[in-house]
């Protein structure tokens, strides 16, 4: 293999250290930590949705809508009851308001499945499991 002479080992030392130096400095290396997404939506969020959600059949999971639909669930402890949920993410960023949690409900009633009311502090409780959830997934991607 032939050498570099001086000279040309020279330029393309320098060809290679100028090249670094054209980057724009002011420009991020990285998202921000509340921002982490290389889908549509907030990837903690993303994530956090879909462990809490995991323990029910998913119909459908769209990263770049935001919205994960899961088939109907029955608890094997409560099995004439049984519940299905809509959670949509509505922004990139990590806050309460970009989460949206809907669920429906049905009981059992003399072999038919028959609506019935789901309360609101069961749809609030959901939603704080998500954004601890996605909260503490951000700690950890942040401090680790």
Same mark, same amino acid.
């Given at each position: 293999?032939?050498? *570099?002479?001086?000279?040309?080992? =020279?330029?393309?030392?320098?060809?290679?250290?100028?090249?670094?130096?054209?980057?724009?400095?002011?420009?991020? &290396?990285? *998202?921000?930590?509340?921002?982490?997404?290389?889908?549509?939506?907030?990837?903690?969020?993303?994530?956090?949705?879909?462990?809490?959600?995991?323990?029910?059949?998913?119909?459908?999971?769209? =990263?770049?809508?935001?919205?994960?639909?899961?088939?109907?669930?029955?608890?094997?402890?409560?099995?004439?009851?049984?519940?299905?949920?809509?959670?949509?993410?509505?922004?990139?960023?990590?806050? =309460?308001?970009?989460?949206?949690?809907?669920?429906?409900?049905?009981?059992?009633?003399?072999?038919?499945? &028959?609506?019935?009311?789901?309360?609101? =502090?069961?749809?609030?409780? *959901?939603?704080?499991?998500?954004?601890?959830?996605?909260?503490? *997934?951000?700690?950890?991607?942040?401090?680790?």
């Amino acid at each position: 293999m032939p050498r *570099l002479k001086p000279a040309a080992a =020279a330029l393309l030392v320098l060809a290679v250290v100028a090249s670094g130096c054209s980057r724009n400095r002011v420009a991020p &290396v990285q *998202l921000a930590p509340a921002r982490m997404t290389a889908i549509g939506v907030n990837a903690y969020l993303w994530r956090a949705a879909l462990d809490t959600v995991s323990f029910a059949p998913l119909l459908q999971a769209d =990263a770049n809508s935001g919205v994960i639909i899961t088939d109907w669930y029955a608890n094997p402890q409560s099995p004439t009851e049984r519940v299905k949920l809509t959670v949509t993410i509505l922004d990139q960023e990590l806050r =309460a308001d970009a989460l949206r949690v809907a669920a429906s409900r049905q009981v059992n009633q003399n072999g038919a499945w &028959v609506s019935a009311p789901v309360s609101a =502090a069961t749809v609030q409780k *959901l939603e704080d499991i998500i954004l601890t959830r996605a909260r503490d *997934l951000r700690r950890t991607t942040v401090s680790g």
